[in-house]
Nanobody, 125 residues
Framework: VQLVESGGGLVQAGGSLRLSCAASGFTFDGYAIGWFRQAPGKEREAVSCSIAGTTFYVDSVKGRFTISSNNAKNTVYLQMNSLKPEDTAVYYC?????????????????????WGQGTQVTVSS
């Protein structure tokens, strides 16, 4: 299993970025895919996840971020709009195989088995 993020960069406040997470070694069926971020000096926090096509977001990004996937490309995206300086962080995608009865909702970082290397997002004010 391998995950490779891309799409990070420097953007002004109010701007947009789309992050990509290219997956290999598995398909999305039966897996949860999550996006996380970690700012300097802070713990890694969940941003969004997708479980069996159902998507979840933390309150701080609701209405601004959208998680989606292209199964043909085995790629998950995080569209980030109306970016704020506080969104500045290294963004990671992660995946874990989940059972059919997986509770629906944000999955904590420690639950994930596979992680990408991260991509830096910097939002200037």
């Amino acid at each position: 299993v391998q995950l490779v993020e891309s799409g990070g960069g420097l953007v002004q406040a109010g701007g947009s970025l789309r992050l990509s997470c290219a997956a290999s070694g598995f398909t999305f069926d039966g897996y949860a895919i999550g996006w996380f971020r970690q700012a300097p000096g802070k713990e890694r926090e969940a941003v969004s996840c997708s479980i069996a096509g159902t998507t979840f977001y933390v309150d701080s990004v609701k209405g601004r971020f959208t998680i989606s996937s292209n199964n043909a490309k085995n790629t998950v995206y995080l569209q980030m709009n109306s970016l704020k300086p506080e969104d500045t962080a290294v963004y990671y995608c992660a995946t874990v195989r989940v059972p059919d009865d997986q509770p629906m909702g944000i999955i904590a970082p420690y639950e994930y088995d596979y992680w990408g290397q991260g991509t830096q997002v910097t939002v200037s004010s």
